[in-house]
């Protein structure tokens, strides 16, 4: 498949679908200014790959990584009408402080980095929480509750 030319197409006529492995390796952000949004993360303390290019930031998230994409570039790809965002998205990032002492903090640099506070640190039912938007709108809860497992390298553990 690697050896017939960019765009040629394929499908799995005659062949059983696979199903993918319960993971996802790489989450893609549209951003309108990829040199923007990088350096907004950087200035946030997030290391951006080497590997990164001017049109493709990627950041390591422990065996994840969050890429940044231009919006444009994002929609070609994906053979979408390129839009621009309004309103609500329905999809947020967290990040799960280790500590409720945290939340605030996290939430000040990330102002001090150029995002938005959209809600300030709060106690919840839950714990203590609060959000910001980066510099495109995508929303970010960072947020601390006690029922949450972590192993040594503070890696989220689901039972």
């Known amino acids: 498949m690697l050896n017939t030319p960019i765009g040629q197409t394929f499908s799995a006529e005659n062949l059983a679908g696979l199903a993918p492995r319960q993971r996802i390796h790489l989450i893609l952000l549209a951003v309108t200014n990829v040199a923007a949004s990088t350096e907004f993360y950087q200035r946030l303390g997030w290391k951006i790959?080497?590997?990164?290019?001017?049109?493709?930031?990627?950041?390591?998230?422990?065996?994840?990584?969050?890429?940044?994409?231009?919006?444009?570039?994002?929609?070609?790809?994906?053979?979408?009408?390129?839009?621009?965002?309004?309103?609500?998205?329905g999809i947020g990032f967290i990040y799960l402080a280790q500590t409720a002492e945290e939340v605030p903090r996290i939430l000040?640099?990330?102002e001090e980095a150029g995002g938005t506070i959209v809600k300030p640190a709060t106690r919840t039912a839950w714990g203590i929480a609060g959000y910001f938007k980066d510099p495109d709108g995508h929303l970010f809860e960072v947020d601390f509750e006690e029922t949450w497992v972590f192993d040594q390298n503070h890696h989220l553990v689901i039972e």
């Open 108 to 110: 000040a640099k990330a």
């Open 49 to 89: 790959a080497r590997s990164s290019s001017p049109e493709f930031t990627k950041i390591d998230l422990g065996g994840h990584a969050l890429c940044l994409i231009s919006r444009s570039a994002f929609a070609q790809d994906a053979l979408q009408p390129e839009t621009q965002p309004t309103g609500f998205s």
